[in-house]
């Protein structure tokens, strides 16, 4: 299945997707598989069986085993928590199925790369789920700035965890999101990064220095409101960003002036704002549409393992920054209450 011919059979036909890992986000991905024309979704596997079956019964699947899904299947999903990430991986391609794997692309920038030189060695697609991608106002962004000069970028993703707990750190869960889409906004690499973080590992921001612009990123889990927000400004312009609204909104032409009224003199600010239009639509189904097209006619993924990587390399030196080595911070706790400050050059 992993070279061109398997691609030419696939295109005519049904593909044969599955779900590895089918918690709330795989599960997500098997209900839009299961909703795509000329998708069948030929079955899910997870390590608790009550919830593959559950799953399976509600998408009129198959709860099956690893093996047997990866021998159904033309590409599948994988969506297991990210230190099964390579092996998972690993196995897929080593069956020659095609994989979309949930953001990190891995633990370690090193299996990052060892999966996408094993993914061009056996011509798969493997394509990182950095969903935001999709976002339809994050893609109506890129096409408004191609030709504008951008000088800085500036994220924002906060607010309380939805189960009111917190998992891992914001960096990896959250900042990941809007450092890839950074990267690709300005079609670069970072040369400094500075960093900060407290609240044990639940809020982080970083500042991330490229050749032409200045990027300042926040993540938050202990903000009691969600946002989640991107601001660029070009000379041009300043485009605003509202992922959960999916609106774009531009300010161009800013003057201030004054004014007399019956002699009194007032000042106003004007500025000219534009909304482009936006094709609302949900992202984790142009997701998938993008990757089953990937898959279809062999062409390159819009978000490829080197995107993937590259975030990655971005967030691991972030985490780093903000919160000291892994091994060392519990001590750095006691020592300064969770919170670290340190930059490096990238």
Same mark, same amino acid.
């Given at each position: 299945m992993s070279t061109d011919e398997s691609a030419d059979e696939t295109t005519d036909e049904q593909l044969r997707a599955g779900v590895i890992g089918v918690g709330s986000m795989g599960e997500n991905h098997a209900r +839009? #598989?299961?909703?795509? /024309?000329? +998708?069948?979704?030929?079955?899910?596997?997870?390590?608790?069986?009550?919830?593959?079956? %559950?799953?399976?019964?509600? #998408? *009129?699947? @198959? /709860?099956? *085993? %690893? @093996?047997?899904?990866?021998? %159904?299947?033309?590409? +599948? !999903? +994988?969506?297991? /928590?990210t230190h099964a990430h390579y092996e998972t991986v690993s196995a897929c391609l080593e069956a020659g199925v095609h994989v979309l794997v949930e953001k990190p692309i891995a633990e370690t920038v090193e299996q990052g790369e060892r999966l996408a030189e094993r993914a061009r060695e056996e011509d798969l697609v493997l394509q990182v789920g950095h969903i935001e991608r999709f976002n339809p106002a994050v893609q109506t962004v890129e096409e408004v700035i191609e030709d504008l000069d951008v000088i800085g970028v500036e994220a924002e993703r906060l607010g309380p965890p939805i189960d009111r707990t917190a998992p891992g750190n914001v960096v990896f869960d959250l900042m990941v999101h809007d450092v890839d889409v950074v990267g690709s906004i300005l079609d670069d690499q970072p040369h400094s990064i500075a960093a900060t973080g407290t609240e044990n590992g639940q809020y982080a921001t970083a500042t991330i220095e490229y050749d032409d612009a200045v990027a300042t990123v !926040?993540?938050?889990?202990?903000? =009691?409101?969600?946002? %989640?927000?991107?601001?660029?400004t070009a000379r041009e312009c300043l485009v605003e960003v509202? #992922?959960? @609204? =999916?609106?774009v909104l531009i300010h161009r032409d800013s003057y201030p002036e004054y004014l007399t009224d019956d002699g009194q003199s007032r000042y106003r600010h004007e500025s000219v704002v534009e909304r482009p239009r936006v094709d609302t639509g949900e992202p984790l189904r142009n997701e998938l549409e993008s990757f089953v097209e990937a898959v279809r006619t062999g062409s390159e993924p819009e978000v490829t393992a080197e995107d993937g990587i590259r975030a990655l390399e971005t967030v691991q030196l972030i985490d780093r920054l903000a919160f000291g080595p892994p091994d060392h911070r519990d001590d750095e706790a006691d020592a300064d209450d969770g919170s670290a400050e340190r930059e490096v050059e990238a």
């Open positions: +839009v #598989y299961a909703e795509l /024309p000329g +998708v069948d979704l030929a079955g899910v596997t997870d390590h608790d069986d009550d919830i593959a079956l %559950r799953v399976a019964a509600e #998408y *009129d699947t @198959e /709860p099956v *085993d %690893r @093996e047997t899904l990866l021998e %159904r299947c033309d590409a +599948v !999903t +994988v969506a297991v /928590p !926040t993540a938050s889990r202990v903000t =009691q409101k969600k946002v %989640r927000k991107l601001t660029v509202d #992922y959960l @609204e =999916q609106s």
